[in-house]
């Protein structure tokens, strides 16, 4: 592995040559794949190769892929895990029984439901704020001084917008760790941690990946030596909730083209965006790169070359008329999940009923397709 661990590359050069990953075996350009769960002691029980003992903690392709992630997000460290719900997990497994913990309303479905679960499993106190609004947030963490304060900015499916260096101010104030779930942005396009966030939360399923064919999740760390990554650190490899080493393989290949695949989805985004803003057919276009999205100042801020992928909008006539919208689409395949190269619709109020989406959103994942082809396909859907 050629060592670029000292130069300050840009993101596209980082990203393309998998910050130096190649096989110095073979001389390939890419890294191989070690399947290999168990590695050998020579004649005096000394390891073959000094740090390989088992896969379950000692992956190369895992480790190729972290050490890609902590310089694309300006991290000290990395780890990843099967997916991210299972990195959502392992942050709030280092709560003690009894503690509280602050956690933004209105984010990705799967997450808020898990922590509710959890949170009521083991005794934890556990405060719901709506993090957009920053007084809020920092009247919540005074009133009940949580272990951990959670984030998702932009969110998922509202893209509201978190104030991320006064979410760290407030949570540091009462000794809480901020962590980010920063997986509508990607490392590319938005960095919390120089915001003062502690960990960033990625679903790397999503544009980490890109291409909707890899499981995975990862947080990212600004103290490696914190006292709360050493114990997310140690559960990791000890519960095992870790990559296999093909889809590890797979992930840093994905993450060659992440730069010019956000670049893409965000300039495709944002041109959908502009044309529903402006469709009769349309109540409300939810996307930060609209300048009259009420948190597009501060994602101007906090977000660099694109404000994502993700949109949303809501159709006017309700549900029955998204659905006829979603039905219609014929590029869009009418799915969940978000960031890889193929656009997807889904109708969210159909999965989570009960949480207060609107009966006529229709939440986009965009992709890198030819952005007319994408409007044309809207527009027939519409009905204009
Ligand atoms: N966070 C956000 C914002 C998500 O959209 C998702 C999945 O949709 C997750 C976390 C969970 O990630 P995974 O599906 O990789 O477990």
Not at 41 to 52: H, K
Not at 140 to 164: F, G, K, M, Q, Y
Request: with cysteine; proline share 4%; aromatic share 6%.
């Amino acid at each position: 592995m050629a060592d670029t661990a000292d130069r300050a590359l840009h993101p596209a050069t980082l990203a393309a040559q998998a910050a130096g990953a190649t096989d110095e075996q073979t001389g390939g350009v890419v890294p191989a794949v070690h399947m290999a769960t168990t590695f050998a002691r020579d004649e005096s029980y000394a390891q073959l190769v000094p740090g390989n003992t088992y896969l379950r903690s000692h992956n190369e392709n895992v480790r190729v892929a972290e050490r890609l992630l902590t310089r694309l997000e300006g991290a000290a460290d990395t780890l990843l895990f099967p997916s991210g719900m299972a990195a959502v997990a392992a942050v709030f497994r280092t709560v003690p029984n009894g503690a509280s913990v602050l956690v933004q309303s209105q984010i990705y479905w799967g997450t808020t439901a898990w922590i509710r679960g959890f949170c009521a499993r083991r005794g934890i106190t556990l405060h719901e704020v709506e993090a957009a609004d920053s007084d809020a947030f920092a009247a919540a963490c005074a009133a009940h001084r949580p272990a951990i304060a959670w984030v998702e900015t932009p969110s998922n499916p509202w893209l509201r917008i978190v104030d991320i260096a006064a979410a760290a101010d407030a949570a540091h104030a009462v000794g809480a760790r901020l962590v980010v779930d920063s997986t509508a942005a990607s490392p590319v396009l938005s960095q919390p941690l120089s915001f003062g966030a502690d960990i960033v939360m990625h679903s790397a399923t999503k544009g980490i990946n890109g291409h909707s064919d890899v499981l995975s999740g990862a947080l990212c760390v600004a103290d490696a030596d914190s006292a709360i990554w050493q114990m997310i650190r140690e559960d990791r490899d000890t519960a095992g909730a870790v990559m296999a080493p093909m889809e590890a393989w797979l992930l840093t290949r994905g993450m060659r083209t992440l730069p010019l695949r956000m670049r893409e989805m965000s300039r495709n985004a944002m041109a959908l965006a502009e044309f529903l803003s402006d469709h009769p057919q349309v109540e409300e276009v939810m996307y930060p790169g609209l300048p009259g999205h009420k948190g597009h100042a501060l994602a101007a801020r906090q977000m660099r070359g694109g404000f994502g992928g993700l949109l949303s909008f809501v159709v006017k006539g309700g549900a029955e008329a998204a659905l006829r919208t979603a039905g219609r689409l014929q590029l869009f395949h009418r799915a969940t999940s978000l960031g890889g190269v193929e656009s997807l619709v889904e109708h969210r109020h159909t999965i989570e009923p009960h949480t207060g989406i609107p009966e006529g959103l229709l939440r986009l994942s965009v992709g890198i397709e030819d952005a007319g082809d994408l409007r044309d396909d809207l527009a027939q859907a519409l009905g204009q």
